[in-house]
């Protein structure tokens, strides 16, 4: 049985979850200028393969961070369903999950497109 709280508790993770996923994708960003940098400069071979290894290191977060999100959303999806079969359709949690559920879904799509 869902409860409210269950669902906020599911809301907050898929917002987390998009924030963790935005800060993997400017570290990426980050990280593959400095590559660019380093490799202009002609830095020690030791140093720019290191900083290749981070750079890899972020680029695998990523799909990993797709992997959760989309089982969060699931897992709010099927919170909010349960609710809404109780009878329960109204309040600021609600509403708050239904906004959560578009913004996500607007974050996944985008990124498997």
Known sequence: MATLRNLKIKTSTCKRIV??????????????????????????????KQQENV?????????????????????LKGALAELEESNEKEGPEIDDARNTIAEVEKVVGTTEA
């Open 19 to 48: 924030k963790e996923l935005h800060s993997y994708e400017k570290e990426v960003e980050r990280e593959t200028a400095k590559t660019a940098d380093m490799k202009e400069k002609g830095a020690d071979p030791y140093d720019l």
């Open 55 to 75: 750079l890899a290191e972020s680029r695998m977060m990523i799909p990993d961070c797709h992997k959760r999100l989309e089982a969060a959303l699931a897992d």
